[in-house]
Nanobody, 120 residues
Framework: QVQLVESGGGLVQAGGSLRLSCAASGSILSINAMDWYRQAPGKQRELVASTTRGGSTNYADFVKGRFTISRDNAKNAVYLQMNSLKPEDTAVYYC??????????????WGQGTQVTVSA
């Protein structure tokens, strides 16, 4: 089985910073894309940032210049450094990864989510 475990969420004032971490564990043979999504109350889940195994990155317009995604392939981990946080960044943040296992081949896996709350 594969598990994604996120950490690092919390409460922060506007303008502050948080760093989210996500580590994948289990019978993993390879990981391709690793992404961060978020879902605010009453809204659909949306892509925040993504990174390929080779290190290419992509960001949603609403976080460009403020958030940085990075990964450590040796640790099967992905990180999201969030700076200049705004109240509208308040959401549950989810880690997603495309992982290859012998049992399922390539499949998408999700973490349980971590709450980020930004106060005005």
């Amino acid at each position: 089985q594969v598990q994604l475990v996120e950490s690092g969420g919390g409460l922060v004032q506007a303008g502050g910073s948080l760093r989210l971490s996500c580590a994948a564990s289990g019978s993993i043979l390879s990981i391709n894309a690793m992404d961060w999504y978020r879902q605010a109350p009453g809204k659909q889940r949306e892509l925040v940032a993504s990174t390929t195994r080779g290190g290419s990155t992509n960001y949603a317009d609403f976080v460009k210049g403020r958030f940085t995604i990075s990964r450590d392939n040796a640790k099967n981990a992905v990180y999201l450094q969030m700076n200049s946080l705004k109240p509208e960044d308040t959401a549950v943040y989810y880690c997603n990864a495309q992982i290859f296992t012998l049992l399922r081949g390539w499949a998408d896996y999700w973490g349980q989510g971590t709450q980020v709350t930004v106060s005005a």
